[in-house]
């Protein structure tokens, strides 16, 4: 991301506006009231559980008995026992409804409140089941449906453009794709000049399946890059993107550097937007609550 960017990305009152929805977001109000936010560096990360709906009473006080913190972003260990408390380690189970939350904090970093979704699937093999699949389809679909979300629909190249139904869900619960932004992946997978590379190139110009937010490219670590630094990584993304039919896009649709500012402010604009919506609503609520306790 350009330089000249950043502090405007980083502006204080950027911070603040979604700082109150974050603050909002972590004292449960999202149970009941819909909070803007995007549906998919080393500093300190803050770790919870927040439980599924259908948990039981029992169930929820040992799932918000995990907090650990963790100075780095290796999380393996901190996934491993959140699996363990989910029920999920040892198990057939390997999806459940609880979120693992995961906060992190640096001066540096946009401000982004992510929600990343498991991906749809429909063939069942070992570890997925055909029940699983319908559990991620209503939880994906649930999420979707929350109309002062951004969705971020991500494709990745190492499949048919037209085979992935990630697409077609979010047309219909976004028809006039206004708050969609897509986000194509592995673009280095496809053959150049090829019908395969063609077809994910016209999604990305905004053409075909159209989006308010129009379309994102990034180019994934490969296997032969798997123990490359960040620098590194972003450094093979820079060299992809300068030549081929990928010069035809924009440099702002380019690249992990622009997303984040994109993302950032897609945010902050839906939380703009949304915001004395979503405070009528709290208070709306707030206003049934103490009505229900005095009767």
């Given at each position: 991301?350009?330089?000249?960017?950043?502090?405007?990305l980083?502006?204080?009152?950027?911070?603040?506006?979604?700082?109150?929805?974050?603050?909002?977001?972590?004292?449960?109000?999202?149970?009941?009231?819909?909070?803007?936010?995007?549906i998919?560096?080393?500093?300190?990360?803050?770790?919870?559980?927040?439980?599924?709906?259908?948990?039981?009473?029992?169930?929820?006080?040992?799932?918000?008995?995990?907090?650990?913190?963790?100075?780095g972003?290796?999380?393996?260990?901190?996934?491993?026992?959140?699996?363990?408390?989910?029920?999920?380690?040892?198990?057939?189970?390997?999806?459940?409804?609880?979120?693992?939350?995961?906060?992190?904090?640096?001066?540096?970093?946009?401000?982004?409140?992510?929600?990343?979704?498991?991906?749809?699937?429909?063939?069942?093999?070992?570890?997925?089941?055909?029940?699983?699949?319908?559990?991620?389809?209503?939880?994906?679909?649930?999420?979707?449906?929350?109309?002062?979300?951004?969705?971020?629909v991500?494709?990745?190249?190492?499949?048919?453009?037209?085979?992935?139904?990630v697409?077609?869900?979010?047309r219909?619960?976004?028809?006039?794709?206004?708050?969609?932004?897509?986000?194509?992946?592995?673009?280095?997978?496809?053959?150049?000049?090829?019908e395969?590379?063609?077809?994910?190139?016209?999604?990305?110009?905004?053409?075909?399946?159209?989006?308010r937010?129009?379309?994102?490219?990034?180019?994934?670590?490969?296997?032969?890059?798997?123990?490359?630094?960040?620098?590194?990584?972003?450094?093979?993304?820079?060299?992809?993107?300068?030549?081929?039919?990928?010069?035809?896009?924009?440099?702002?649709?380019?690249?992990?550097g622009?997303?984040?500012?994109?993302?950032?402010?897609?945010?902050?604009?839906?939380?703009?937007?949304?915001?004395?919506r979503?405070?009528?609503?709290?208070?709306?609520?707030?206003?049934?609550?103490?009505s229900?306790?005095?009767?």
């Amino acid at each position: 991301m350009a330089q000249s960017v950043r502090p405007r990305l980083q502006s204080e009152d950027r911070r603040e506006i979604i700082d109150i929805i974050d603050s909002l977001r972590s004292q449960g109000i999202s149970r009941y009231v819909d909070l803007p936010q995007i549906i998919v560096s080393f500093q300190e990360v803050k770790i919870s559980i927040i439980a599924g709906s259908d948990r039981t009473d029992g169930e929820r006080e040992k799932l918000s008995a995990l907090n650990p913190r963790t100075d780095g972003l290796d999380l393996s260990k901190v996934i491993d026992d959140a699996t363990e408390v989910m029920g999920l380690a040892g198990t057939d189970k390997v999806f459940c409804t609880d979120i693992l939350h995961v906060e992190i904090s640096s001066p540096k970093q946009p401000h982004l409140t992510l929600v990343d979704l498991p991906g749809l699937f429909l063939a069942s093999n070992k570890d997925q089941s055909v029940e699983d699949a319908k559990l991620i389809e209503s939880l994906v679909l649930s999420y979707m449906s929350q109309p002062r979300s951004i969705v971020l629909v991500v494709l990745s190249a190492k499949s048919e453009f037209v085979l992935q139904r990630v697409t077609q869900r979010a047309r219909e619960k976004d028809p006039n794709g206004s708050c969609t932004l897509g986000l194509i992946t592995n673009p280095d997978t496809l053959d150049q000049g090829s019908e395969s590379e063609k077809a994910y190139v016209e999604p990305a110009q905004n053409k075909d399946v159209e989006f308010r937010l129009r379309w994102h490219v990034l180019r994934n670590r490969d296997f032969s890059m798997r123990n490359a630094t960040i620098a590194e990584r972003d450094e093979a993304e820079r060299e992809f993107f300068s030549k081929g039919v990928w010069t035809s896009l924009s440099p702002s649709h380019l690249g992990v550097g622009a997303l984040r500012g994109r993302l950032s402010e897609a945010l902050h604009d839906r939380i703009v937007v949304h915001l004395s919506r979503v405070l009528n609503d709290i208070q709306s609520r707030t206003m049934d609550c103490k009505s229900a306790l005095e009767r």
